[in-house]
Structure formats: structure tokens, C-alpha cells
């Protein structure tokens, strides 16, 4: 029966996506394990999960006994950093995804509107300069990143909105506009010394060093809301890919569409590097990879995105403290030696690549 056929196309149409997003899941939980064992105190993979269920479920222990200590490391020193992986792992990655879709762009990612070289003055401002609201600590440099991470973004979505403009032309704003605060950014730091020019470079290459569980709140809670809201509105993300002519004639409002979802990425990816610095290649080659392994349907696309991204740069970071263990490589090197040969092969798999889908 024709129905039947139809019915079972689908079934096997949802399962091969599921599939890789179960296995990606499984890479992430296995990478969050492993992520728990790095520095210190040895510590079983199964014990790290035992610990962390026995945590969760309200366990206490005598101080300086061996089951507290193991519950300290874990819960308190190592897991903090896990959690951040994942979070910013699985944001910057939707990011990336959604921002493809509404530009119809393969090299666009969650930067595109020059985000990153705002977040970057507003590091360099604090570092260098020492003025932030709360004074140069590590929260007014946050706070900073955060608030002039803002700015491009803004400026792209205000003339966007005053005149009328193509994915391309909000692509080359932002282009302009990285340039233009990259130059600002390099006018501060010429005159500055050794010291502050160390400090400002190892904050924009990116890391993931030294996190507490109350640095998790803002960025946990602006992904969690963000992530659920782009699969909310990824039916028309779908739309949206069948390009703005299309998409109108089908009773979609594109313009208003798109700055609504410029917004809200531009507060989740400021969310993200605010406390991370820029973590590059993650939410440009995730997204790719995901397509290429389940096609371009979004419904499927940003639950995997979240789960392959997640795992990504949780590997990534696991790796980047085990290298020169016990020293740490900051988690944006090794992001960059991973994700340009991964792009590279992404094109080379993807012969006469035309578009992203």
C-alpha cells in the first residue's frame, strides 16, 4: 500500500537521525567521564559517575574523608569546567547552524555579525585599560565582553532594519564591522606592556580554565532558553532555507523573522564568549558535519548540533589539557589544529559545494 510505503520511508527517514544523535550523545557522556579524570586525584571513569549520581542525589561525607575528597574534586573542581564545555559546546554550535540558515551561507558561524572583535574590545578595555563596571576583576571583564559584544551585533540588525538588505549584505556589514573594532582593539594594545599584552591575547584565543559553579548561571541559563527556542522555530528555519522570495510567498514575515533571531543569538554567543573568549570553528564546523551526516532538516539538525557540538568541544578541551599534561594548552589552539583540517575536509568531501544543504 502507498501509505504504508510512505510510513515506513519516514520511520527509516527518523531513525537514521536519530541514530546519530544517540551515538553523538553517547560520545558526549563517555567525553564527559573522561573530562572528570584529568588533574589530580585518580579517580575510576565508572567512579566519576557513581559520584556524580551519588551528588545529585543529596549524599554528604565526613570532612577530609576519602569519599569527600573524591566528591570535592569531582562535583566542585572538575566538573564546573565539564558543564561549561557542554554548554558553550551546544550554543555555539545552534548558533552556527541557524546562522547558516538564515544567510544561505556556508561560511557564515555565530561571528558573523563581528561579535567576536566586540567582545574582544570589551576585554581589552577592562585588561588594558582597567575600566569596567564592577573594576578590572574577572567579572567586570565579563560584564565588558559582554555589553560591547552587543554593539556590531546591534549595528548590523539597526541598518538592517532601516533599509533593506540580503543575507549578503548583513555578512559584509559584519565583516566591516569586524575590521572596524579589530582596529580599535589594536590601537589599545600597541601601547601597551608585556604583561597586559599576554593577558589580553590568552583571553581572545579562548579558554575554559579556572570555572565555578556560579560562573555557569548566566551563560547555562541563556543557552538552555536559546537552544529551546531556535527548536522551537526550527519548522521555519526550513522555510527560510528555501530562500526570502520563497519563504514570503509562503506567508513568512523574513525580515522581521530574521532580526528576531539575530537577536537572540546575538545575546547567546555574547553569553558564551563573555566567559570563554572566542572559541573558534565550533559553531562553523559542527554544523556541517551534522548536515553531512543527517541532511539539512532542521526539526533533526539542531538537536544533533547540540549534542555533536557539546562533544566537540568537550574532546577538544579534554585534549588540550592532556597534551602537556600537567600543563594546559588553552582549549582555542587546539580548536583551531582540529577544526581547520575538519572544514578542509568538509569541502573537499563536499565537491562543487554550491550551498550548505
Known amino acids: 500500500m502507498p501509505e504504508q510505503d510512505f510510513a515506513d520511508g519516514y520511520l527509516r527517514y527518523v531513525r537514521h537521525k536519530m541514530v546519530f544523535i544517540l551515538a553523538a550523545l553517547a560520545v558526549l557522556i563517555v567525553a564527559a567521564g573522561v573530562s572528570c579524570l584529568v588533574d589530580g586525584r585518580p579517580i575510576g571513569v565508572l567512579d566519576v559517575y557513581r559520584i556524580i549520581w551519588d551528588h545529585i542525589a543529596g549524599a554528604r561525607y565526613e570532612y577530609a574523608t576519602p569519599e569527600y575528597w573524591d566528591d570535592f574534586v569531582v562535583c566542585q573542581m572538575r566538573l564546573p569546567r565539564t558543564v561549561l564545555a557542554i554548554v558553550a559546546g551546544s550554543s555555539l554550535a545552534v ?14 558561524d555565530p561571528y558573523t555579525t563581528g561579535m567576536s572583535s566586540g567582545a574582544c574590545l570589551g576585554a581589552i578595555i577592562a585588561i588594558a ?29 539597526l541598518v538592517s532594519r532601516l533599509i533593506s538588505t540580503s543575507p549578503a549584505t548583513l555578512i559584509l556589514m559584519g565583516t566591516i564591522m569586524s575590521y572596524l573594532f579589530g582596529a580599535i582593539n589594536t590601537l589599545i594594545l600597541v601601547h601597551q606592556e ?31 532558553l536559546g537552544c529551546s527556542a531556535m527548536l522551537a522555530m526550527s519548522g521555519k528555519l526550513n522555510v527560510m532555507m528555501m530562500g526570502d522570495d520563497q519563504a514570503r510567498s509562503m506567508g513568512l514575515d523574513v525580515d522581521n523573522f ?53 562533544a566537540l568541544l568537550l574532546v577538544t578541551d579534554t585534549i588540550a589539557r592532556l597534551v602537556v599534561f600537567p600543563y594546559e594548552i588553552p582549549v582555542g589552539i587546539i580548536l583551531m589544529f582540529i577544526g581547520g583540517p575538519l572544514f578542509l575536509y568538509v569541502i573537499i568531501r563536499k565537491k562543487g559545494y554550491g550551498g550548505i544543504y
Request: with cysteine; net charge neutral; proline share 5%.
Open 258 to 310: 530574521r532580526t528576531v533571531l539575530l537577536l537572540v543569538l546575538s545575546v547567546m554567543v555574547a553569553s558564551i564568549i563573555s566567559f570563554t573568549g572566542i572559541l573558534g570553528f565550533v559553531g562553523l564546523v559542527a554544523p556541517h558535519i551534522v548536515r553531512m551526516a543527517i541532511g539539512s532538516d532542521n526539526r533533526f539538525v539542531i538537536p544533533a548540533s547540540i549534542a555533536f557540538g557539546s
Open 95 to 108: 548558533c552556527g547552524t541557524v546562522m547558516q540558515s538564515i544567510m544561505s551561507n556556508p561560511l557564515a
Open 194 to 224: 608585556g604583561e597586559t599584552l599576554s593577558a589580553a591575547y590568552l583571553w581572545t584565543i579562548g579558554s575554559l580554565d579556572n570555572v565555578i559553579w556560579s560562573d555557569l548561571w548566566v551563560p547555562g541559563i541563556v543557552s538552555i
Open 129 to 157: 585599560m582597567g575600566f569596567a563596571f564592577t573594576g578590572p576583576s574577572v567579572y567586570g571583564i565579563m560584564g565588558m565582553s559582554f555589553l560591547v559584544a552587543l554593539i556590531p551585533a546591534f549595528i548590523v540588525i
